[in-house]
């Protein structure tokens, strides 16, 4: 099977970047009981898919990092209020 968005793919891709170990490391310490992100992935599946994962994650972030463009798709986030939080702002 082909990769696709590889180094060779890329000639422009230079420079200081992320190591597959890098990348592996992360996701082994992602914490499988934290609530999935905006992709719906949960953790579990990003810890134990990591060798998997780790190539292809590997391949977009040292892209976006030599071509300094962050895909759209990494840019959105969820942020909930943890109910703690809004009482004792509330209370003051």
Do not use: W, Y
């Not at 986030?77 to 939080?85: C, D, K, L, W």
């Amino acid at each position: 099977m082909e990769r696709c968005n590889s180094e060779e793919d890329h000639p422009s891709f230079r420079g200081p970047g992320l190591t597959k170990a890098d990348v592996r490391k992360t996701l082994c310490r992602v914490n499988p009981r934290k609530a999935a992100g905006p992709d719906n992935i949960p953790g579990r599946v990003l810890r134990e898919c990591a060798e998997q994962l780790m190539d292809v994650f590997t391949d977009i972030f040292n892209i976006s990092l030599s071509s300094a463009i962050i895909p759209t798709c990494l840019k959105t986030t969820t942020i909930t209020p943890r109910a703690e939080e809004v009482s004792s702002v509330l209370s003051q």
